[in-house]
């Protein structure tokens, strides 16, 4: 394996959780060479000289298309708004570059089919930031589904719910424009649906609904601003396998924090986990004497790997942040050609799909299949 050139564009809240990946990859793992973490962009000059310093970087640009362009980058991390991604990721494959481009791939499946395009073209690893799917515990639960421990799965719901957004007088920022996408479904939804592909696999058809729980927002100087995007998202799905599912987000869920409760019923019992209590998973099998059943906890421990690259004890826990560290360890790995555990723009795509049909059947108000076919652009 060679050492990667690390270049990162944007230091907020995700460009910090990459820094610190990129930071850590080889001391946590201690089986891939340490990157190089050759360049940062932010939006000004001043502001990527300062994050360069916080965030171990050896140089700075206020333009991202030279960080693109710069051949010590081997690797683009790409963590600004929504709208960026599709001009970032396209620039980033046409140089030659591996991209890791942050959930959503895009605001609109048109550019997100551009993107899968200029990845192929490319022959790069293209790879999506839904770091949820890392969790040992989500790999617990689907040796449990593919082992058979609760039978034949027919139902399944995720609820995903946060409160940042809760506040009606909250200020209008970026994530109440429809240059960010529909809301609460590009924001949260592909997270559900991140899940459920690597639980269960594609989504057959859904019926969707959205709502706006404020029609505007006060801005920063004065004034407000009308909403434009849906915090609030309902989705009853078919999953490809048959079993039916219910998606429920909310960004204005006053209480809930990081909230994703993921319910999983087959025949012979339940799954339950939360992000929430992220180290958890319970497990119901319906076995033994009637009187003692009941869902029993498993803690993460050193037995649910990666987690024994983190810590030697049981129960202590992993953090959101770990889980991008393992995604970044996945896509050092498929860039030297390993299998990795990524949601690639191969299998993104489908995801975006799913987003774009459920956005279509809230609009419509009906019932909408989900396109399965590869259809590449440009
Ligand atoms: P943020 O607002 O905290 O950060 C965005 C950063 O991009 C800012 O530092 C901003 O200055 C910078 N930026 C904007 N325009 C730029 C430009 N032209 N050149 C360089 N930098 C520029 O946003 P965020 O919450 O970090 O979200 C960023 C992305 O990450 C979004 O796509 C979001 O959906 C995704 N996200 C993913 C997760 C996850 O769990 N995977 C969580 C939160 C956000």
Not at 89 to 109: D, F, N, Q, S, T
Not at 152 to 172: G, K, S, Y
Not at 195 to 224: I, Q, S
Not at 334 to 348: H, P, S, V, Y
């Amino acid at each position: 394996m060679k050492s990667l050139g690390v270049g990162l564009i944007g230091t907020g809240y995700m460009g910090k959780c990459h820094a610190l990946a990129w930071n850590a990859v080889a001391s946590v793992f201690g089986d891939v060479p340490r990157p190089r973490l050759a360049m940062l962009a932010e939006a000004s000059q001043e502001l990527a000289e300062t994050k360069a310093r916080e965030l171990g970087f050896e140089r700075a640009t206020g333009d991202w298309r030279s960080l693109v362009a710069d051949p010590a980058v081997d690797v683009v991390s790409i963590t600004t708004p929504n709208a960026f991604h599709p001009e970032m990721a396209i620039a980033a494959l046409e140089a030659g570059k591996h991209v890791w481009c942050e959930k959503p791939m895009a605001v609109r499946l048109t550019d997100a089919e551009r993107m899968l395009a200029a990845a192929h073209a490319s022959g790069k690893v293209a790879a999506l930031g839904y770091n949820y799917i890392q969790n040992p515990l989500v790999g617990l639960m689907r040796r449990a589904i593919e082992e058979g421990r609760i039978g034949t799965v027919n139902h399944v719901r995720i609820e995903m719910d946060e409160d940042f957004m809760a506040d009606p007088e909250e200020l209008f920022y970026w994530k109440s424009e429809a240059t960010s996408g529909h809301g609460a479904l590009d924001d949260f939804g592909v997270h559900a649906l991140s899940l459920l592909w690597v639980l269960f696999g594609g989504v057959a058809r859904v019926c969707g609904h959205m709502a706006k729980p404020y029609v505007d927002r006060p801005l920063k100087n004065g004034g407000r601003r009308a909403v434009e995007t849906y915090d609030i998202a309902t989705t009853m799905l078919e999953l490809e396998n048959g079993a039916s599912g219910i998606i429920c987000l909310n960004r204005s869920a006053w209480g809930r924090k990081g909230r994703i409760f993921v319910q999983i019923f087959g025949s012979k019992g339940t799954l339950v986990y939360d992000q929430e209590r992220m180290n958890e998973v319970q497990l119901y099998v319906a076995e033994g004497a009637r009187e003692e059943q009941g869902f029993r906890t498993i803690l993460t421990a050193p037995h649910h790997p990666p987690y024994d690259k983190f810590l030697p004890a049981p129960g202590h826990g992993l953090g959101f942040n770990e889980l991008k560290i393992i995604e970044c360890r996945q896509l050092i790995g498929r860039i030297a050609g390993e299998t990795a555990r990524l949601i690639d723009f191969e299998n993104g795509i489908r995801i975006e799909r799913t987003v774009d049909a459920i956005a279509r059947s809230a609009h419509e108000g009906r019932w909408v299949e989900v396109r399965r076919d590869r259809v590449l652009t440009g």
